[in-house]
C-alpha cells in the first residue's frame, strides 16, 4: 500500500537527479523520472527506505512529441458539414 498520494505539482525538479521528488519520511527523498511518466508509472520510490507513494498526473502532459502525433493519427478526422443542392 502507498504511503500517501501525491500531485505532481506538489513535487520538485531536480536537475541533477533528472527527477521528480517529494521528502520521505526517513528523511530522502522519492523518486520518479520524466522516462518513467511517459510510460506511465505512477509509482515513486525512496532509495533509502520500502516506502513509495503514488504520483498524481495526466500522462498526456508527458508524452513525447513523437508519441502526441501517434495518438493524434489515431483520432478519427473531424467531420465536415455538406450542403446538398
Not at 533528472?18 to 520510490?45: H, M, N, S, V, W
Not at 498524481?56 to 493524434?72: A, G, H, P, W
Amino acid at each position: 500500500m502507498s504511503y500517501d498520494d501525491v500531485e505532481i505539482e506538489d513535487m520538485e525538479w531536480n536537475e541533477e537527479l533528472q527527477a521528480f521528488t517529494y521528502p520521505c519520511p526517513c528523511g530522502d527523498f522519492f523518486q520518479i523520472t520524466k522516462d518513467d511518466l511517459q510510460l506511465g508509472e505512477e509509482i515513486a520510490r525512496c532509495p533509502s527506505c520500502s516506502l513509495y507513494i503514488t504520483v498524481v498526473y495526466n500522462q498526456e502532459d508527458f508524452l513525447r512529441d513523437k508519441d502526441k502525433s501517434k495518438k493524434k493519427d489515431l483520432e478519427p478526422a473531424k467531420q465536415m458539414p455538406i450542403s446538398v443542392a
